[in-house]
């Protein structure tokens, strides 16, 4: 198994959304974490999914959404 310093490499790829900012704040600034959205079984962008069968406009689905007062 090979294991680099992520400080001296020059692009590092995590399969996690979350979890691993906490471990870059010391050496990745924020402006430099770029987000993707890759296949596999679940996507942040939640209107990607296919739902069909719920009541619309609902948020964060539609963004024309609107809270009752």
Do not use: K
């Not at 430099?32 to 962008?45: L, R």
């Amino acid at each position: 198994m090979l294991v680099a310093d992520p400080a001296q490499v020059r692009t590092l790829a995590v399969t996690s959304r979350g979890h691993f900012r906490a471990a870059c704040d010391d050496f990745a600034p924020r402006e430099c974490i770029i987000a993707v959205d890759g296949p596999g079984p679940m996507t942040p962008n939640l209107r990607l999914l296919p739902l069909r069968r719920i009541p619309r406009p609902v948020f964060p689905f539609d963004p024309e959404t609107v809270w009752p007062r």
